[in-house]
């Protein structure tokens, strides 16, 4: 992200940049600060696409003209699938491109052995923005905090952080909640986060996993259920359960060994309140019994991709399939 804000600030800016990873906030913002910079409000010189099966033809074509009274034209490419698949047309373009284009590429998945990812890597700049640990989520909230003249203790934030997980643009709104309801005082105190703060996706997923591998299946359908209202998608859902099911197993592993909370909170760049909640979860299960749940989630998500089972459905009969 260093070379992110560098080149913003500076205005140098490379030919290609890659945004992606899976946490949104940061896409979008880089995003949108790549765009402000590069053109700005210049709607004649900015394109975007988004989507899989673009034509290559097209953008090529439009990467190739030549900006309308302007310094630069940016094209955004969102979600479009090149750097999991075939795009070795607009691969072996880039190195003619003029250097009046720039390409900003936001995707959720990338093979780092794709043609293209390495090509951009070549020219240009690919920025994996991934979740932030505990630490850097304090930092960033605090200063957003700052911002606003107010102030919060590490043992507030650290509540804080435990209440609204690790996606910052739930972390963002939950604060502007905060701000509003402390107008008038500086301290933001444990009792004002108890009051503000809803319990974030995550924490249901960890009570669904709970109830999946206690057989609660009744519980875990009623926290599906919870989730779809909140409009999340079954295949979001499907991935967060994935998720917790593969930090309860390194979880476990690490304790094996003998590691404390703090050391396994280190080694996989978890939230240490988020490790102290999979402890007793990772005691409870023998290490067999939680690797045929983390498998069982990739069987099913290969059958929704493969159009087996229509995604929802696929969810539920993981639910209530006994391991």
């Known amino acids: 992200m260093q070379t992110l804000n560098k080149d913003i600030k500076e205005g140098t800016f490379r030919p290609v940049y890659l945004l992606y990873g899976e946490e949104e906030f940061l896409k979008n913002s880089y995003k949108n600060r790549l765009k402000e910079a590069i053109v700005g409000d210049d709607a004649m010189n900015f394109a975007s696409f988004e989507g899989k099966g673009l034509d290559l033809d097209e953008v090529i074509r439009l990467a190739d003209t030549m900006p309308f009274f302007a310094e630069r034209r940016m094209i955004l490419i969102e979600d479009s699938g090149f750097f999991k698949t075939s795009a070795d047309e607009l691969a072996n373009f880039l190195p003619s491109m003029p250097d009046t284009t720039c390409i900003v590429f936001a995707e959720s998945q990338v093979d780092k052995r794709n043609k293209l990812y390495k090509k ?102 009623d926290l599906y259920e919870d989730l779809l209202t909140l409009k999340e998608p079954p295949m979001r859902i499907l991935f967060l359960i994935a998720r ?39 005691r409870q299960f023998p290490r067999d019994q939680i690797l045929s749940w983390v498998k069982l989630c990739v069987e099913t998500e290969e059958a929704v991709k493969s159009g087996r089972l229509q995604d929802r459905m696929a969810v539920e009969l993981l639910i209530a399939k006994e391991s």
């Open 120 to 221: 951009v890597k070549d020219l240009g700049y690919a920025a994996e923005l991934g979740r932030q640990d505990s630490a850097q989520l304090a930092r960033w909230a605090g200063g957003l905090l700052a911002k606003e003249n107010k102030k919060i203790t590490s043992r507030t934030m650290e509540l804080f952080l435990g209440m609204t997980g690790d996606d910052m643009e739930h972390i963002r709104m939950e604060l502007e909640k905060l701000i509003s309801y402390t107008m008038g005082r500086d301290v933001i105190t444990e009792a004002d986060v108890e009051a503000i703060c809803t319990v974030q996706v995550t924490n249901k997923i960890f009570d669904m996993v709970a109830a999946i591998v206690n057989r609660q299946t009744k519980k875990a359908m």
């Open 244 to 282: 917790q099911f593969n930090q309860l197993l390194q979880v476990k592993e690490l304790m094996e060994q003998g590691m404390d909370k703090g050391t396994i909170a280190s080694r996989l760049k978890m939230q240490p309140f988020v490790v102290g909640k999979t402890i007793p979860q990772a």
